[in-house]
């Protein structure tokens, strides 16, 4: 399916790719991109059978930033409102993201790729924080990742300076996860989508918030927060399943149902897939 021409949804399997599709513009991001890219988030974190979510880019190109061609005549602020929800929405998703990046990452597009949970990237592809060279600052949360990416003084080496570095450099310097070959890129990423989608969703969800809440959190409130979330945890069929499973020398099959009192999870909640219902002898509805 697709969000408009400029972004489209592809659904397998549990993991939702996003490919930004202006290839002709190396996928830079005018105002409807940033509408479609905003709601397509939006959507993905209240959808239940979503587990993964991958943003990539079309063409030979993750993502150039910003338009600056065409910028519209939506005030500043507004324009800054979007970014701001897209930031935020891509960083607190309650499932794991990948950015699959070949070609450019240059700006708010490379940000876009940092707001994810792991980036994979190919010899060819090329990262620049470009915004002091158009006499603009950081934005899409590139004030806030960087830091606690590379470091402070890295960070105002990238982005001060605004250079050029290759996917070695990100890797070394922690702001790209995997090296793959243009050819390996795609199964790679594939595998690795697959590996999240089987683990358990809503202890996947309980962890990743404790990682990005962490690193602004003391100890004490670390650990109160490391107790909410297993407590959670405990109350789906998910640790029951993978004591099982160990106990049974198998694979553990992870639904992250709801297990208190036999209910089932809700399907509102993000990332945990509805369970269907099967009546029992009595004709009454049983968790499936």
Known sequence: MTAGDSLLVDDRGGVR????NRPARKNALDSGLWDALRNALDEAGQDPEVRVLVVTGAGGAFCSGADLSNPGRAHPLRKMRVLTDIALLLHELPVPTIAKIDGVAVGAGWNLALGCDFVVATPR???SQIFSRRGLSLD???SWLL???VGL???KRLALLAETIDAEQAHRLNLVTWVESEDTIDGFVDDLAGRLVAGPPVALSQTKALLNEGVDRTLRESLAGEARAQAVNFATADAPEAFAAFAEKRDA???GRWAIGGAAAP???PGVPRVKQQPDTNGREKDA
């Open 253 to 255: 099959r992870f639904t």
């Open 125 to 127: 592809s090329t990262f």
């Open 153 to 155: 003084q890295q960070a």
């Open 17 to 20: 790719t996003l490919t930004l």
């Open 267 to 269: 399907e509102s909640v």
């Open 147 to 149: 830091p606690k990416l």
């Open 140 to 142: 899409l949360g590139g």
